[in-house]
């Protein structure tokens, strides 16, 4: 795991909306079938499959506070 959130404790100096929560991601390109995940993602944001250059929406998205605890 490599993604890490440099931020720190925003939550009381920058207020999200729950819909704008970053989530762990995972994605599946319907062209070339590559898989991939991200941390960096947000609800209804594609990623770019690299290889066909097309954009992919996430067939999965998991908050990434509760990806946290769930790994914990
Ligand atoms: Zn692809």
């Known amino acids: 795991m490599g993604n890490t959130v440099t931020n720190g404790n925003t939550d009381s100096s920058r207020k999200v909306e729950e819909k704008e929560k970053r989530c762990f991601g995972q ?4 062209k070339c079938e590559r898989r991939w995940s991200s941390g960096n993602t947000w609800p209804n ?3 770019q499959c690299e290889k066909c250059l097309i954009f992919v929406l996430p067939y999965s998205t998991v908050p990434l506070e509760n990806f946290f605890v769930k790994n914990a």
């Open 45 to 47: 944001m594609g990623q």
């Open 27 to 30: 994605y599946k390109c319907p």
